[in-house]
């Protein structure tokens, strides 16, 4: 699954790397972002074909739900099925966006305590979650938009920490993935594999992470793990 992630580049390098744009969009670097935050997602203007970069809410709404209660349980959406779930199925062939990050995080239990990881691609470089999102009106009459993070099987890197990943498009995949009028699941499904172990990277990080609160460099700085022997005389 993926509860936790990063994404420390500036605005402007995300526009670039993209090929996108909002003169509107107010972003700063993030270190630990968690559900319920606004974050930056890219979706494909229907109309002009241009990419758009704006600030989604994570965990989805579908749009028929009566109220928000469940959507921090739906921040992530299985690839395999998400087709046949009411509340994905439309996003997946309607509604398919790009996550941009830079790492995002796992836990390893280790005896009664969980150490986080972080997890990258080639050293750090920036890459997108494959993500659906939805439109809901809230009692007031107002428009939220949420978004859901696809999970796919582990790769061999991965799957010593969790039976899901989340699944990381590759960039020749990103004009089919976003393109609206490319309805048929299969397609969409086609693209969502476990990206390859050797280009990925992982490290132990701060217990910093754990706390939504904390947002800086340091809950992303690798640690040394230290290991500690039971005494013979405890």
Same mark, same amino acid.
């Given at each position: 699954?993926?509860?936790?992630?990063?994404?420390?580049?500036?605005?402007?390098?995300?526009?670039?790397?993209?090929?996108?744009?909002?003169?509107?969009?107010?972003?700063?670097?993030?270190?630990?972002?968690?559900?319920?935050?606004?974050?930056?997602?890219?979706?494909?203007?229907?109309?002009?074909?241009?990419?758009?970069?704006?600030?989604?809410?994570?965990?989805?709404?579908?749009?028929?739900?009566?109220?928000?209660? =469940?959507?921090?349980?739906?921040?992530?959406?299985?690839?395999?099925?998400?087709?046949?779930?009411?509340?994905?199925?439309?996003?997946?062939?309607?509604?398919?966006?790009?996550?941009?990050?830079?790492?995002?995080?796992?836990?390893?239990?280790?005896?009664?305590?969980?150490?986080?990881?972080?997890?990258?691609?080639?050293?750090?470089?920036?890459?997108?979650?494959?993500?659906?999102?939805?439109?809901?009106?809230?009692?007031?009459?107002?428009?939220?938009?949420?978004?859901?993070?696809?999970?796919?099987?582990?790769?061999?890197?991965?799957?010593?920490?969790?039976?899901?990943?989340?699944?990381?498009?590759?960039?020749?995949?990103?004009?089919?993935?976003?393109?609206?009028?490319?309805?048929?699941?299969?397609?969409?499904?086609?693209?969502? =594999?476990?990206?390859?172990?050797?280009?990925?990277?992982?490290?132990?990080?701060?217990?910093?992470?754990?706390?939504?609160?904390?947002?800086?460099?340091?809950?992303?700085?690798?640690?040394?793990?230290?290991?500690?022997?039971?005494?013979?005389?405890?």
């Amino acid at each position: 699954m993926c509860g936790r992630y990063r994404l420390s580049r500036r605005k402007q390098i995300i526009e670039e790397h993209f090929a996108t744009d909002s003169d509107e969009l107010v972003w700063a670097p993030r270190y630990n972002i968690a559900p319920t935050q606004f974050v930056p997602v890219i979706r494909q203007n229907p109309d002009n074909d241009r990419r758009e970069l704006s600030l989604l809410r994570w965990g989805l709404v579908p749009s028929w739900s009566r109220d928000m209660s =469940k959507a921090a349980s739906m921040i992530n959406a299985r690839a395999e099925t998400a087709e046949a779930k009411p509340a994905f199925r439309d996003a997946l062939r309607l509604r398919r966006c790009l996550i941009p990050a830079d790492g995002f995080y796992e836990w390893q239990k280790r005896g009664k305590a969980k150490q986080p990881y972080c997890f990258e691609i080639m050293g750090g470089e920036l890459f997108a979650f494959a993500g659906i999102w939805e439109s809901w009106n809230d009692p007031k009459g107002e428009i939220l938009e949420t978004f859901s993070i696809l999970t796919t099987t582990p790769n061999s890197l991965t799957a010593t920490f969790h039976d899901r990943m989340p699944a990381i498009l590759h960039p020749r995949h990103y004009d089919v993935w976003l393109n609206p009028e490319i309805t048929d699941v299969r397609v969409a499904s086609e693209m969502v =594999k476990p990206f390859e172990a050797d280009r990925m990277r992982c490290f132990p990080v701060s217990t910093r992470i754990n706390h939504a609160a904390n947002d800086d460099a340091e809950c992303a700085a690798p640690v040394e793990i230290i290991h500690v022997q039971n005494s013979l005389f405890s």
